[in-house]
């Protein structure tokens, strides 16, 4: 793809401390916070865009995509850049929910303290085996601490 909506505009550098600030639900050792990093700099998209679309969690995205409009991604920087957007959204998203596993498996652990598989299950409204996968998954951070909109 050769055509670069808004391409005059100065990428920042994937190391950019504005770059790790907004990736911050991508894992900071394996290399991803920098090669998404230079691929959103590549297409002139700027931490600020990402940050302002997963605060929305892509909101914005989907009204326009919704609408149906001609020229619809043109404010988000064309078709290539929404598809790199709203794929960011559904990694912050996939992040949020294995948190969200992560924390519901170490509230199960603390229930089969107390309380039977059975007892835990029909609480739940899951199967007893299902009670043990769950507590089996532990809370394995590390987990983004507070989610972009939180403003506190």
Same mark, same amino acid.
């Given at each position: 793809?050769?055509?670069?909506? @808004? ?38 998209? *700027?931490?600020? =865009?990402?940050? %302002? ?8 995205? /989907?009204?326009?995509? %919704? ?13 290539? %850049? ?25 509230? +199960? *652990?603390?229930?089969?303290?107390? /309380?039977?598989? +059975? *007892? ?8 007893? =085996?299902?009670? /043990?996968?769950? %507590? @089996? ?5 590390? /987990? ?5 909109? @939180?403003?506190?």
């Amino acid at each position: 793809m050769s055509s670069q909506p @808004r391409g005059d505009i100065p990428a920042s550098s994937p190391s950019d401390s504005r770059w790790q600030q907004v990736l911050t639900h991508r894992p900071v050792d394996d290399g991803t916070r920098e090669t998404a990093a230079a691929r959103f700099a590549e297409r002139g998209i *700027t931490p600020e =865009q990402l940050k %302002a679309v997963l605060a929305d969690g892509g909101d914005a995205l /989907y009204a326009a995509a %919704a609408g149906g409009q001609p020229g619809w991604a043109d404010p988000f920087g064309g078709p290539l %850049a929404v598809a790199l957007l709203s794929a960011e959204v559904s990694i912050f998203a996939a992040h949020l929910n294995s948190r969200a596993s992560g924390v519901r498996s170490a509230a +199960v *652990t603390e229930l089969l303290d107390e /309380y039977s598989a +059975v *007892t835990v299950a029909a609480e739940l409204g899951v199967a007893r =085996q299902k009670v /043990y996968e769950i %507590a @089996r998954a532990g809370l394995r951070p590390p /987990y983004i601490e507070q989610v972009p909109w @939180r403003t506190s």
